[in-house]
C-alpha cells in the first residue's frame, strides 16, 4: 500500500526561498520582476540567454555573488563598476539599482528603479539568474 505523506515542511521554505528574496526590508517576487526587467527596458543593454559581448551592459546570468564590473560587455570590464568594489547580493543591487550613477560615477549603467519594490522583485529575479 502507498499513502500519500504530506509535503515537509523544509520544501515548501525551499520552494518559496526560490521565488523570494528580500531587498531592504522588502520581499520581492521573481515571476513581477521579470516581467519588470523587460518593461524597464533592461533587455536591451543585457544579455540574460546568451553570454556574448554585443549588447552594452554585462550578462546578468550569475551576477549575484560576482565582482562588480568584472564582466565584459561591449565597452569592455567596466573600470567604474570596479572602483566601486562590490560584490553583488541583494543588498549592494538595492543600492545600486536605485541610482547606479550616484554610487559608480561616471557608469553608463543607464537603468534605474526608484520605486522600492519594484527593485525588490528585479532583485528576486536576478538572483534566480544562475549558471
Ligand atoms: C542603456 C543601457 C543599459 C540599460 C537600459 C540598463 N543597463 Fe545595466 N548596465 C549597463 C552598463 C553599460 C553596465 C556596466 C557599467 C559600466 O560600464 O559603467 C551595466 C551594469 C549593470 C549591472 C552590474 C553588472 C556587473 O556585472 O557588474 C547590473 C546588475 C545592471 N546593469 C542591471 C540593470 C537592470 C536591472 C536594468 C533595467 C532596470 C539595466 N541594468 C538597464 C547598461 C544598461
Known amino acids: ?14 520552494l518559496l526561498a526560490l521565488s523570494a528574496a528580500y531587498a531592504g526590508d522588502l520581499k520581492g517576487n521573481a515571476v513581477t520582476g521579470k516581467e519588470l526587467f523587460t518593461t524597464s527596458g533592461c533587455p536591451a543593454c543585457h544579455s ?8 552594452l551592459g554585462p550578462y546578468l546570468v550569475g551576477v549575484v555573488g560576482r565582482k562588480a564590473g568584472t564582466t565584459k560587455s561591449l565597452l569592455g570590464p567596466s573600470e567604474n563598476l570596479k572602483k566601486y568594489g562590490v560584490t553583488w547580493d ?3 543591487l538595492n543600492e545600486f539599482l536605485a541610482d547606479p550613477n550616484a554610487k559608480a560615477p561616471g557608469t553608463a549603467m543607464a537603468g534605474i528603479l526608484v520605486d522600492p519594490q519594484q527593485r525588490a522583485d528585479v532583485i528576486a529575479y536576478l538572483i534566480t539568474l544562475k549558471n
Do not use: H
Open 48 to 55: 540574460v540567454t546568451t553570454p556574448d559581448n554585443s549588447k
Open 90 to 92: 541583494a543588498e549592494t
Open 1 to 14: 500500500m502507498f499513502a500519500v505523506r504530506p509535503i515537509p515542511f523544509f520544501v515548501v521554505t525551499a
